[in-house]
């Protein structure tokens, strides 16, 4: 009796059953590791399967946040006026003016091609042409809706048709049908005018990633709402709300208003953020899980539960299929497990086992487990 006793307690020690999940979620950390993944929490793929609701930050990541300019309806002249005095805005879209102007000019406008470079400090700052002449700039004003300024002795307005009506500035009907057309197609678009009237329009706006249809399309298909946030108006996010995958779009939500729409989605089910940027990382943080792109800030990696460090965007959908396979490999250790207690237990009970033959199928059925989640979750195809 004592004999079989030793023989059932050898026998049945639990230790496969206590490898089978460690074992399957390191799995899936090392194969997440290999596809530029960090996992910062280990209970992440058990809560990425329950996740009932994706939320996408659109700006950086849906979009490349890189703004460019796309077209600019003015002349070469008015442009370089322009791109002096957007050298001293901080504003993306200024960004994007100047630096095109400094590498030749818009996409497809061939008349934009000498570049201005300049130093913005004090008052009075200086830009230098195409021909390498210095522009003074002047009276230099950010407004919410634009730059002022006067240069070369010229006053120049870029920014919205409304900086204009304030300013009693002249506004063809041409140049507002211009701007509102650019913005039923997802631009920026800005008015560029001077000495009183506006003259042109510069397009400017960030292209969308590549892939984005995929991954997006991938959640829907496994079951997930698809939620696009952002804080531009919702011409600027038209191409996601006709998307068949994207379930709601939220657009003019300011900075403040993302952790609060979080917070309203996640009164539905466990909701995941996505994101990149600083205005992103309290959002990140509100959700139930949150995975941040590599592009974006620290701030945001540290809110985040999951950081994409190769900044692909395709690697969202990856953490859920990985989440899926971990769950299929506890399942599968687990069964390994349990079919060799239930064989070999009752084995042990009846006598036909020795206490050695019972250490060696108990450490076989440990080894088993351990092979089994060493094999890749995913394969590379």
Do not use: Q
């Amino acid at each position: 009796a004592m004999l079989v006793g030793l023989t059932v307690l050898i026998v049945s020690c639990p230790c496969a059953l206590g490898l089978a999940t460690p074992l399957a979620v390191a799995a899936g950390i090392r194969d997440a590791l290999e596809r530029s993944i960090v996992i910062f929490d280990d209970t992440v793929f058990e809560r990425v399967r329950d996740a009932r609701t994706v939320v996408f930050d659109k700006t950086g990541t849906l979009t490349t946040g890189e703004m460019e300019l796309i077209a600019a309806d003015v002349d070469d002249d008015l442009l370089r006026l322009a791109a002096a005095l957007e050298e001293r805005s901080a504003h993306p879209v200024g960004r994007a003016i100047a630096a095109a102007r400094a590498s030749g000019g818009a996409r497809g406008d061939a008349s934009a091609s000498s570049a201005p470079a300049a130093v913005a400090d004090g008052g009075a700052a200086t830009a230098e042409d195409g021909g390498g002449r210095s522009l003074a700039v002047e009276d230099f004003e950010s407004h919410a809706r634009g730059v002022s300024g006067t240069v070369d002795g010229t006053a120049v307005v870029v920014g919205h048709p409304a900086l204009f009506d304030e300013r009693g500035w002249a506004v063809p009907d041409a140049i507002r049908e211009a701007v509102a057309e650019a913005r039923d197609v997802g631009r920026v678009p800005v008015a560029v005018g001077r000495d009183g009237a506006a003259e042109g329009v510069v397009v400017v706006g960030d292209e969308l990633r590549e892939g984005w249809e995929e991954t997006v399309t991938a959640l829907d298909d496994s079951g997930v709402d698809v939620v696009v946030l952002t804080g531009d108006d919702e011409r600027a996010a038209t191409v996601f709300e006709e998307h068949d995958a994207v379930s709601s779009v939220f657009a003019g939500v300011p900075p403040e208003g993302k952790a609060e729409t979080i917070e309203r989605l996640k009164a539905s089910g466990l909701t995941v953020m996505v994101g990149d940027g600083t205005n992103d990382a309290p959002a990140l943080a509100a959700a139930d899980l949150g995975i941040a792109l590599g592009g974006g800030t620290a701030m945001a990696a540290d809110a985040a539960d999951v950081a994409i460090v190769d900044d692909d965007l395709g690697s969202v959908a990856t953490v859920f299929e990985l989440s899926r396979a971990a769950g299929r490999r506890v399942k599968g250790n687990i069964g390994w497990a349990f079919c060799y207690n239930a064989v070999a237990i009752p084995l042990a009970v009846t006598g036909l086992l020795n206490p050695l033959f019972a250490a060696v199928a108990m450490g076989a059925s440990s080894l088993l487990v351990v092979t089994n989640s060493s094999r890749a979750l995913l394969s590379d195809d």
